[in-house]
């Protein structure tokens, strides 16, 4: 079965410097890995995936993820915070099989000015 | 843009009544998915359908239930509410899985169910 880890509740940054949330993974198969945001009162919104392809992913809001395979890794970057980016962070994760996905336990990010 | 509605931002119920979550897209997507979050456990996958008539159990079915008689709707039953289904509780759709195509899902706003 597939699962996904979160390894930090909290991340803190300072508006400007770059960020990464972190996330790992397991699955059987080849992994297709998500990320979304959730800010206060709102559901999930979907930031972006990795299927195939390259290892860096670009997303919405100048986000981007980078896939390592060899650290079942795809942690969730970005060169320089705003305060706006703070919000709930979850990383899911599928296998090739399911229709269903499973996501990891959240991260908060705080983006102080 | 995707449209997922649920039909409460906001509900109370005491322990015992049954309740009913609606959830509809307008996207004629195939796949629809209940899931809860809690502080700390994330969003933990309650039921999913495929399919009208269709329903798979998810991580954590006990105490719910799923009915999807048209294609855009998607309902979740909690037949006899108790305290420890007080929680957030948020619907999603997606394109079905076809081939190489792995679709994301398209969340509604949540319906935060308080059972006292």
């Known amino acids: 079965a597939q699962s996904v880890a979160q390894p930090e509740d909290q991340v803190n940054v300072a508006e400007g410097n770059p960020l990464t949330v972190k996330c790992t993974y397991s699955v059987s198969g080849n992994p297709y890995l998500f990320w979304y945001v959730q800010y206060p009162n709102r559901g999930l919104q979907f930031l972006l995936k990795y299927i195939t392809g390259d290892n860096l992913v670009k997303g919405s809001y100048g986000f981007e993820a980078e896939f390592n395979k060899s650290q079942t890794s795809f942690h969730l970057k970005k060169p320089s915070a705003l305060v706006s980016d703070s919000a709930l962070y979850f990383c899911a994760v599928r296998d090739g099989y399911n229709n269903d996905m499973r996501f990891g336990a959240g991260t908060r990010l705080t983006v102080k000015p | 843009d995707v449209k997922v509605t649920q039909s409460s931002r906001y509900l109370v119920k005491r322990t015992g009544e049954k309740v009913f979550l609606e959830c509809v897209q307008d996207?004629?997507?195939?796949?629809m998915f209940w899931y809860r979050q809690d502080p700390g456990l994330g969003l933990r996958l309650i039921y999913f359908?495929?399919?009208?008539?269709?329903?798979e159990k998810g991580d954590i079915p006990e105490g719910y239930s799923v009915s999807r008689e048209k294609k855009e709707r998607f309902s979740l039953i909690l037949e006899s509410a108790s305290t420890n289904q007080t929680s957030m509780y948020l619907c999603?759709?997606?394109?079905?899985?076809?081939?190489?195509?792995?679709?994301?899902?398209?969340f509604g706003p949540g319906t935060r169910l308080t059972v006292l």
């Open positions: 999603a759709s997606s394109l079905r899985t076809s081939g190489r195509s792995y679709n994301e899902q398209f």
């Open positions: 359908s495929y399919d009208v008539k269709m329903k």
């Open positions: 996207m004629d997507h195939e796949n």
